[in-house]
């Protein structure tokens, strides 16, 4: 129970290589009383470090492998890159340059995309561009699939479930095995149940970019208590846990209600890692300043400059649950929402060898992906 036992990628069950193998382990490490911990998995992140995955580059393949090498360090082993709203020209050319692919030295591993937008609410855009939002009225999945052009790497579709047609395209996304997400939308709890019903099962940073919550509907985020929910089905919802984007109250509110279902994303955008100063989110200008980002000249968020390590020791903070609570949360939930929690999101026997450890404090020491030290702390804590 002390040990975790690791072979060819994979945590091992020492059980046969005790009695029928006669074996012992070719490598040991003590890991000095640090808490091991499944890698985290962050399905909602812009870009960081100066790179945008919603601008259309020359090197756009160099710009996602600079990202999943050094989130490493935030002990982020798998992701899904995010792009915000933008034209078709953009997702037509990004989409073919993002592959999903295992993590390793050489970074990250990749779940596939993110599409955030551009099927959203134009009363709750966000940093979102208006000229580009579109609607399905027309064609409904086949609006979705000419905007994309393909969804051969696409992994999670955010939109506004109470647009026209929603419905038929979520069942279509689901069909295909696309994790469907409700966000920036002004959606009531019942266009909320019924998207859910259609095979929806995500919520995209909850509070922000949706209808506050009221008494008397409260929206998208009433199916946290929601009894319409089909039975055996479970819904999720990210959180920006960055100390700006949701107050650590609001914070503790969504937890205590519904804990299984939290995820951690760290939403962040391409001055993650940066010093404060303007940056890009796609087709916008943003401003960071501290831990705040806003669209040039405006109070609208943009995006957060958190890191993943980060938003687990606040969630832990503002909401004082378990230590394993908090790493479930960037960890197991994502691996759940994903349906692969087969194989990352945990420690046990037979799945990917994707652990961290972390002091006491959850500060990360150090990242493994497939058994293998990706990233170390140094001794000067570089």
């Known amino acids: 129970r002390e040990d975790l036992w690791v072979r060819e990628g994979k945590i091992l069950n020492p059980e046969k290589l005790f009695f029928d ?37 020359d090197d756009f393949k160099s710009g996602i492998d600079l990202v999943s090498q050094k989130i490493l360090s935030h002990g982020v082993t798998s992701f899904c890159p995010t792009l915000v709203t933008s034209p078709p020209s953009v997702y037509h050319q990004i989409l073919p340059q993002i592959s999903v692919r295992n993590g390793g030295a050489h970074g990250a591993g990749i779940l596939g995309a993110h599409l955030e ?41 955010t939109l506004a479930p109470e647009m026209r047609r929603s419905n038929e395209v979520i069942q279509e996304l689901t069909k295909r095995g696309i994790c469907v997400s409700l966000g920036h939308s002004v959606a009531n709890l019942s266009q909320a149940e019924e998207a859910v019903q259609h095979g929806a099962t995500f919520i995209t940073h909850l509070f922000n970019a949706m209808l506050p919550f009221h008494h008397r509907d409260p929206g998208i985020v009433g199916l946290l208590t929601s009894d319409k929910i089909p039975a055996g089905r479970r819904v999720f919802y990210g959180m920006i846990s960055d100390g700006i984007h949701t107050n650590p109250a609001a914070l503790r509110i969504a937890h205590r209600a519904h804990p299984k279902g939290l995820v951690l994303v760290t939403d962040a955008i391409a001055g993650m890692g940066l010093a404060p100063g303007r940056h890009t989110l796609g087709q916008q200008v943003v401003e960071i300043d501290g831990l705040n980002t806003y669209i040039a000249g405006t109070k609208t968020l943009s995006g957060s400059v958190a890191t993943m390590d980060t938003c687990v020791r606040h969630f832990q903070e503002a909401t004082g649950c378990s230590v394993e609570t908090a790493l479930e949360a960037a960890s197991l939930h994502p691996a759940q929402l994903l349906g692969i929690e087969h194989k990352k999101g945990t420690l046990n026997y037979d799945s990917d060898a994707d652990f961290l450890m972390l002091n006491d404090s959850l500060y990360v020491q150090a990242t ?14 570089m």
């Open 21 to 57: 193998e006669k074996g012992s382990a070719d490598v040991q490490l003590d890991c000095k009383d640090s808490i091991i911990a499944p890698g985290f998995i962050d399905v909602q992140i812009n870009g960081g470090f100066g790179v945008d995955f919603s601008l259309a580059t």
């Open 117 to 157: 937008g551009p099927f959203i609410s134009k009363e709750k855009k966000g940093a979102h561009p208006e000229h580009c939002l579109r609607t399905f009225e027309a064609g409904a999945f086949q609006d979705l699939l000419a905007t994309y052009g393909s969804l051969n790497c696409v992994q999670i579709v």
């Open 368 to 381: 493994y992906i497939a058994g293998e030290e990706v990233w170390r702390q140094d001794a000067l804590g």
